[in-house]
């Protein structure tokens, strides 16, 4: 048997400009491989649920949209059931639970459409607060980031498991998204300065 002591951690690499052509083709130009690029629809006509928008841009420390950002989301559906790997059944088989978008290569604004998750228990049996988790990659990320929007007005959001254990309750804030019309949630991504959104260590 080999031993394994000798083997060194590679080192890590940030989501240079290949991540989009492996990852969204057909928003690069490259079409054929897919018939459209895989996490772009996640909803059809039978989705239940309350459809709406998710928009916003990743900025940098200087407030400068990151124009290669590539975002992914995972949600529960409207009665607060993953797609997979949760006890309580499958879900709606409508809804898929995850997307992707890339940001706009001249704005830098990426885009969901979706619909409105439903509360999901904490471990412990405690109800959170509807949510919708993202990753984040583009250049200069070694490690993708992960945080949650939530939704503004929510009277769930005070008590919800997982933003009660912040330490400076004064950021919460950056958790929570802005109705910028009807049905349509902005939520912008700061990754340093003094809008720096929330990142989770999971």
Sequence with gaps: MQKLTPLKESPSQTAGPYVHIGCVPNFCGITGVYDQDLGSTMVNDQTKGERITVTGTVFDGTGTPLKDALVE????????????????????????????????????IWTFETIKPGAVPFPDGRMMAPHIAFWIVARGINIGLQTRMYFPNDPMVANDPW????????????????????????????????????FFDV
């Design 163 to 198: 933003l009660t254990r912040i330490e400076h309750q004064n950021r919460v804030q950056t958790l929570i998204a802005k109705e910028a019309s009807p049905a349509t949630f902005q939520f912008d991504i700061h990754l340093q300065g003094p809008d720096e959104t929330i």
């Design 73 to 108: 989301i995972w949600q529960a559906d409207t009665d607060g059931i993953y797609k997979t790997g949760d006890p309580r059944g499958a879900g709606d088989p409508n809804f898929t639970g995850w997307g992707r978008a890339a940001g706009d290569y001249d704005t830098g």
